[in-house]
């Protein structure tokens, strides 16, 4: 079974940077397409970023230029670097893991962008 944890939410202001990890406990890690999604109240889950088992990587509109995702084969984590926050990007942030019908969610974690 797999098991998703994620971290590094937090409180920051709008043009500060956050860095997320997700990290992945089970078994066959680069088969998955692990990725971040967020949530805001009343708004449907949307994509930030994500990466395939290939290492194909796929942005949200909204983030493009600002956030990057990066993974790491041996320790099993998937990261979301966020550079120029926005009050817009503030929401609570899930990992999620992907393949085929297996799909696996964290707990989700806080970003807030305030000034």
């Known amino acids: 079974q797999v098991q998703l944890v994620e971290s590094g939410g937090g409180l920051v202001q709008p043009g500060e940077s956050l860095r997320l990890t997700c990290t992945f406990s089970?078994?066959?890690?680069?088969?998955?397409?692990v990725g971040w999604y967020r949530q805001t109240p009343g708004i449907e889950r949307e994509l930030v970023a994500d990466?395939?088992?290939?290492?194909?990587?796929s942005y949200g509109s909204p983030v493009k230029g600002r956030f990057r995702i990066d993974r790491d084969v041996n320790k099993k984590t998937v990261s979301l670097q966020m550079n120029n926050l926005e009050p817009e990007d503030t929401a609570v942030y899930y990992c999620?893991?992907?393949?085929?019908?297996?799909?696996?969610w964290g707990q989700g974690t806080q970003v807030t962008v305030s000034p």
């Open positions: 990466i395939s088992g290939g290492g194909t990587i």
């Open positions: 999620n893991a992907r393949y085929h019908a297996s799909d696996f």
């Open positions: 089970g078994s066959f890690f680069t088969t998955y397409r």
